[in-house]
């Protein structure tokens, strides 16, 4: 079992229209939950970053995180066609030390105009 | 530099040749990663590096794969007698010690032909 799971999709909804991207994951020492986007032939780049459980607002964008279900999600509302991307959550035990960075497999997103 | 540089952008190689991929991390950034992307694919995580740890190799797909980095400084990743399965992008990233944000460079197009 992989220590994060991340549905690749392809996911495709209307413009306008509310998005929901879901991770979950097994190993429950993961304390900091971070969304990455990627375009199309570039790297990824971070969008959202937030640490213990509830929701963390920005713009358009909601990270939420439930530690309890083990099961972190991002909300995309009015949706745009520049949303479309590839959506990777990432997650990480510590701050400090030698934790590296754990990443789902990426959900590929499209916006449909 | 600005930011995580790598080198070169495109490689295209023939089957059974040796290639080497460059990662010029964010100066002062301790942590760095190596991962692969297949077309269409999530982040496959292959090497982390943090600091003068011993690095983290549980992600190379085999003995052909090997990284090296001196310091807090470039890492080379090596690919010996290349397959056309490891065609892909290779994606580098780096973090400082403290920090959640993986910094990403444009990765490296590898085709084996």
């Known amino acids: 079992q992989k220590e994060v799971e991340q549905d690749p999709g392809p996911l495709s909804v209307p413009e306008g229209a509310i998005v929901s991207l879901n991770c979950t994951y097994s190993n429950s020492a993961f304390q900091y939950f971070m969304w990455y986007r990627q375009y199309s032939r570039k790297g990824p780049e971070l969008l959202m970053y937030?640490?213990?459980?509830g929701n963390k607002e920005d713009g358009r964008f909601t990270a939420q995180v439930d530690k309890s279900s083990k099961y972190i999600s991002l909300f995309i509302r009015d949706s745009q066609p520049s949303d479309s991307a590839t959506y990777l959550c990432?997650?990480?035990?510590?701050?400090?030390?030698?934790?590296?960075?754990?990443f789902g497999t990426g959900t590929r997103l499209t916006i449909i105009p | 530099g600005a930011g995580v540089s790598q080198s070169p952008s495109n490689k295209v190689t023939e089957k059974g040749k040796d290639v080497e991929l460059r990662c010029d991390p964010i100066?002062?950034?301790?942590?760095l990663y190596w991962y692969r992307q297949r077309l269409g694919q999530g982040l496959e995580f292959l090497i982390y590096f943090q600091g003068n740890s011993a690095p983290d190799k549980s992600g190379l797909p085999s003995d052909r794969f090997s990284a090296e980095r001196t310091g807090e400084s470039v890492s080379t990743l090596t690919i010996q007698r290349t397959q056309q399965e490891d065609s892909a992008v290779y994606l580098c990233a780096s973090s400082s010690l403290d920090g959640t944000e993986a910094f990403f460079g444009q990765g490296t197009r590898l085709t084996v032909v």
């Open positions: 937030t640490y213990s459980s």
């Open positions: 990432a997650m990480k035990a510590s701050n400090f030390g030698n934790e590296k960075l754990t």
């Open positions: 100066s002062g950034h301790t942590a």
